[in-house]
């Protein structure tokens, strides 16, 4: 059964960190790749981070030295570690597969978690 359980969302101030944790189901983690996507109101969903099974990274420019993502293959768990937070990062963050020109996301979608950055 496919799962994805987001994890971790908050209201920060500006400057501050959040760690967004997401529990998948094997059926989705098994897929080479996966992300962290996020939307803001009024904007499409995008892929701000993705990691490879092998372990190799992508970040979008705007969160590049920022945000850092990495995956529990034992666990198929896969984080998001968030630094330096901008109001600009204000969106509901998303897991699913993903990878830029490789790997797309899933059908399934989760709930997602809220990320507030506000003073």
């Known amino acids: 059964q496919e799962q994805l359980v987001e994890s971790g969302g908050g209201l920060v101030q500006p400057g501050g960190s959040l760690r967004l944790s997401c529990a998948a189901s094997r059926s989705i983690f098994g897929i080479v790749a996966m992300g962290w996507y996020r939307q803001a109101p009024g904007k499409q969903r995008e892929l701000v981070a993705a990691?490879?099974?092998?372990?190799?990274?992508h970040y979008v420019d705007s969160v590049k030295g920022r945000f850092s993502i990495s995956r529990d293959n034992a666990k198929t768990m896969v984080y998001l570690q968030m630094n330096n937070l901008q109001p600009e990062d204000t969106a509901v963050y998303y897991c699913?597969?993903?990878?830029?020109?490789?790997?797309?996301?899933?059908?399934?979608w989760g709930q997602g978690t809220q990320v507030t950055v506000s003073s």
């Open positions: 699913n597969s993903g990878y830029p020109n490789l790997v797309e996301p899933s059908d399934f």
């Open positions: 990691i490879k099974t092998g372990g190799r990274t």
